[in-house]
C-alpha cells in the first residue's frame, strides 16, 4: 500500500528555516508528481507546493521565493526546503500524491514562534 512519512518538522523562530522531508513507499515514486498542503489552526488545508515527475514546480503565491520542493528518486523522498519563515507559516505541513489515488501522510507540525 502507499505510505507516506514526514519528517523534519518543529519550532522555530520567525527568518529562520527547516526542511521537510517526506519518504514514499508502495509508488514507483519517478513516475508520481508530489505535494504539499498544510494546514493552520481554524483554518482549511490549503495548497503549498507540488513537483511533476519530471520536476516541474508549482508554488503557492504565500510561499513563493522562500520554499522550494525538490525531490529525489534514488530516495523515494520529496524535500520541502522553508526559508525566510513567518508566523502565519505555523501550520500542521502533509505530504499528498494524487496521480494515481489521493494518499497523504500523516502531518508534521511546523511552529513558528520567537
Known amino acids: 500500500q502507499v505510505q507516506l512519512v514526514e519528517s523534519g518538522g518543529g519550532l522555530v523562530q520567525p527568518g529562520g528555516s527547516l526542511r521537510l522531508s517526506c519518504a514514499a513507499s508502495g509508488i514507483i515514486f519517478s513516475r508520481y508528481a508530489m505535494n504539499w498542503y498544510r494546514q493552520a489552526p481554524g483554518k482549511q488545508r490549503e495548497f503549498v507546493a507540488r513537483?511533476?515527475?519530471?520536476?516541474?514546480?508549482i508554488y503557492a503565491d504565500s510561499v513563493k521565493g522562500r520554499f522550494t520542493i525538490s525531490r529525489d528518486n534514488t530516495k523515494n523522498t520529496v524535500y520541502l526546503q522553508m526559508n525566510n519563515l513567518k508566523f502565519e507559516d505555523t501550520a500542521v505541513y502533509y505530504c499528498?500524491?494524487?496521480?494515481?489515488?489521493?494518499?497523504w501522510g500523516q502531518g508534521i507540525q511546523v511552529t513558528v514562534s520567537s
Open positions: 499528498n500524491t494524487d496521480t494515481t489515488g489521493n494518499y
Open positions: 513537483i511533476t515527475g519530471p520536476s516541474v514546480t
